[in-house]
């Protein structure tokens, strides 16, 4: 009997790469590290080693040092590794620097996310945006950056680099085309204007939060609708708008990109738009994924950027989801009054009220998403909040409700 042979395609093998600053402890590396393989993942790359370096900066040269560079070349051309991502952006010298000496693609961690976003975006907005942001980051790096091109040319590429009448062919196809999606953005833009203004004077809630927190189960739970709901990094990349009715009040729920640290600039730049639907809002739903060890960070990350985009002023709802998957806080023990006892950690929950206590305003909920009591919880706690804004828009409406 033949042997069958397998058509499935064979995953690219990559490396990691990370620096550590002073004063980080190497359990923030890792974590960081994990990060970077979990949107490696995403782009369905096999993860075959991680190093992190220790500099007070990186070097100019090949970011992570002489020495460190050696061993890193020792171990691709021994696992034959396909690309070194980096978890920083690169300068064009770097990038060309270590292609030079590593023979390999090299990502720095803006042309990931821009990869995965380019993957995920299923509207002609969110295509348009995302091949935007593309381009603009290719176009000064492409002394070494062409065979990242092989995509938009249909061609394979060769290892050796670019000879200089093919990078300024390159250039100039790269300046045309961001010309033309500038125009074509402008088109959509214009169109999402007119959109959003047909759509009467409702309630406007948009969810955020970091990336993978559950944004889009709460607005599958809250909407009763099917919006793609996965346990990857950037699973909604477009935006979607549902009408949600709660006790007869009508308001209009977003899904929203989620947020993530070193988001590309140009990434934010180019999902103005999209953005739009955060901007726009009454209220914000701001999603925390409280089982995750560094959720705090993964907060001031996402409040950092509603700054960046002038969506802080808003009343928010921070909605602490995942805490079915905290551990019950350990029951007291009594000890003998001269043992010596561990200094006692604080809760997930407690750490969660620690980081408002200076925002006295800001409304907290504690959830698991796939627990129907804590949605009903939650819904509750949205329609006061909208309530309040309804009766703003329509002054007399209680007026109107029979009880």
């Known amino acids: 009997m033949d042997k069958l042979i397998s058509t499935a395609p064979v995953p690219l093998k990559a490396v990691l790469v990370a620096l550590i600053n002073k004063d980080q402890p190497p359990s923030k590396a890792e974590e960081f590290l994990d990060e970077l393989e979990f949107l490696a993942q995403t782009l369905g790359l096999e993860i075959k080693g991680k190093f992190s370096q220790r500099l007070p900066r990186p070097d100019t040269r090949s970011f992570v040092g002489k020495g460190k560079l050696e061993e890193i070349n020792s171990f691709v051309k021994a696992e034959e590794i396909d690309i070194v991502i980096f978890d920083d952006d690169l300068t064009p010298s770097q990038l060309r620097n270590l292609e030079n000496e590593l023979k390999v693609k090299i990502y720095d961690r803006s042309l990931l996310i821009l990869d995965i976003f380019l993957e995920r975006a299923q509207t002609s907005q969110a295509r348009t945006q995302v091949e935007l942001a593309r381009y603009e980051y290719l176009l000064p790096r492409l002394t070494r950056m062409w065979t990242h091109l092989e995509r938009q040319r249909g061609g394979t590429g060769t290892r050796g680099g670019a000879g200089e009448k093919e990078i300024e062919t390159d250039r100039r196809a790269i300046r045309d085309q961001i010309t033309v999606l500038k125009k074509r953005l402008e088109k959509i833009e214009k169109q999402g204007i007119t959109q959003r203004k047909a759509r009467g004077q409702l309630v406007r809630v948009s969810l955020v939060g970091y990336t993978n927190v559950g944004k889009s189960t709460i607005m599958n739970r809250l909407s009763k609708s099917d919006v793609l709901a996965e346990n990857k990094l ?37 999902f103005k738009s999209t953005l739009d639907e955060v901007r726009e809002a009454d209220i914000l739903l701001h999603v925390v994924d409280i089982s995750h060890p560094s959720f705090e960070e993964h907060a001031k990350v996402v409040e950092a950027t509603l700054k960046e985009i002038g969506a802080d002023a808003k009343p928010v709802i921070t909605v602490f989801n995942k805490i079915d998957l905290v551990p019950e806080e350990p029951q007291e023990e009594t000890t003998d009054e001269f043992e010596i006892q561990e200094p006692v950690m604080a809760t997930p929950r407690e750490r969660a009220l620690a980081l408002y206590t200076e925002k006295p305003d800001t409304k907290l909920i504690f959830i698991s998403a796939t627990s129907k009591g804590d949605i009903s919880k939650l819904r509750e706690t949205l329609y006061k909040e909208v309530l309040e804004h309804h009766i703003s828009i329509y002054p007399n409406y209680l007026k109107n409700v029979n009880y």
């Open 234 to 270: 950037f699973a909604t990349v477009d935006s979607t708008v549902r009408k949600v009715v709660i006790n007869d009040i009508p308001f209009l729920l977003s899904d929203t990109v989620g947020f993530i640290r070193k988001l590309p600039h140009a990434l934010i730049e180019s």
